[in-house]
C-alpha cells in the first residue's frame, strides 16, 4: 500500500457527510465529462436507433440526455431492479456510471441473473467495476481529505479472500481533530476474468472490456473496469 496522502479538491458550500466523502474517493478519476460517458455508451452499448434503457439509478444527467435523444429510459437502483417486482424488460442496462459491487456480497451474487432477466433477448449490459488486480497500485492505508470545505478521515481495508474493499469515513473538525460523524462504505472488487464468470453464470456473454471512457485498452494504472455482455436467449443458467 502507499502512504498516506493529503489531499485538497476544490470548496464549496457544503453540510459534513462522510458517506460522501468515501464515494468520493472511490469513484475519483473514474466518472469522466458527461458528454464522455455520453459517447461510451452510445457506442460501446451499440445505441444506433431508439431502445428501451434501464439506467442503474446514478445518472441522471446521462439519463435525460438519452431520453432527449429518443430512447425509452427508465432509472432504479441495483437492488430495486434486480429485485423480482421490477416490471420491466429492456433492450440495454446501463450501470457505467458508478461501480458494481456497493452493499452486501451474498445480495450481489444474486442480482446479475435478476439483471439478465430484465434484458431482452441479445440485449446488452455495460457494467462498471473496481480492478481487483490494480487495488494494491493506489490503495493508502489512510487518507485525510479536505473536500467541500469539510475535513475526513479515510482508512481503507481490503480482503483479499472475498474481494470485498471496505472505506471508514469520519468526520474531522481539522486535520488533528476528534471525529464526529461516522460511515463505512463496502465495495466489491472484481477482476475480469472473476466478473466475465459471473456474467457467463448470470447467461451473459462479454463482449468487450474497457480501460477508461475513450474505449481504450487496459490502463495498467487506472482503478475501473467498464464491461459490455450480451444476454444469450437461453437467459441465465439453473
Known amino acids: 500500500m502507499t502512504a498516506p496522502t493529503l489531499i485538497h479538491p476544490p470548496r464549496g458550500p457544503h453540510r459534513p457527510n462522510p458517506v460522501s466523502a468515501g464515494f ?89 441473473p435478476s439483471l439478465a432477466g430484465r434484458l431482452t433477448p441479445w440485449g446488452w449490459l455495460g457494467l462498471k467495476i473496481l480492478d481487483r488486480d490494480k487495488i494494491n497500485d493506489w490503495l493508502p492505508e489512510e487518507e485525510i481529505l479536505h473536500r467541500n470545505g469539510a475535513w475526513y478521515r479515510l482508512q481503507f481495508r481490503f480482503d483479499k479472500r472475498s474481494g470485498v474493499l471496505s472505506v471508514v469515513s469520519r468526520n474531522l473538525e481539522q486535520p488533528g481533530g476528534q471525529s464526529h460523524l461516522y460511515s463505512q462504505l463496502r465495495l466489491r472488487a472484481y477482476s475480469a476474468t472473476e466478473m466475465e464468470a459471473n456474467l457467463a453464470h448470470a447467461g451473459l456473454r462479454v463482449e468487450a472490456v474497457f480501460g477508461g471512457w475513450n474505449a481504450e485498452g487496459l490502463d495498467e494504472s487506472g482503478k475501473a473496469l467498464w464491461l459490455v455482455a450480451r444476454r444469450a436467449p437461453t437467459g441465465p443458467r439453473r
Open 24 to 112: 468520493h474517493r472511490l469513484e475519483e478519476g473514474t466518472l469522466g465529462s458527461l458528454e464522455l460517458r455520453l459517447e461510451f455508451v452510445r457506442n460501446a452499448l451499440a445505441l444506433f436507433q431508439p431502445m428501451s434503457l434501464l439506467e442503474l439509478g446514478t445518472d441522471a444527467g446521462l439519463c435525460d440526455r438519452l431520453s432527449r435523444e429518443g430512447h425509452a429510459v427508465y432509472s432504479s437502483p441495483v437492488a430495486q431492479a434486480g429485485s423480482a417486482g421490477f416490471p420491466v424488460q429492456v433492450q440495454r442496462i446501463v450501470g457505467v456510471t458508478r461501480y458494481y459491487g456497493y452493499g452486501e456480497v451474498t445480495t450481489l451474487d444474486s442480482t446479475l
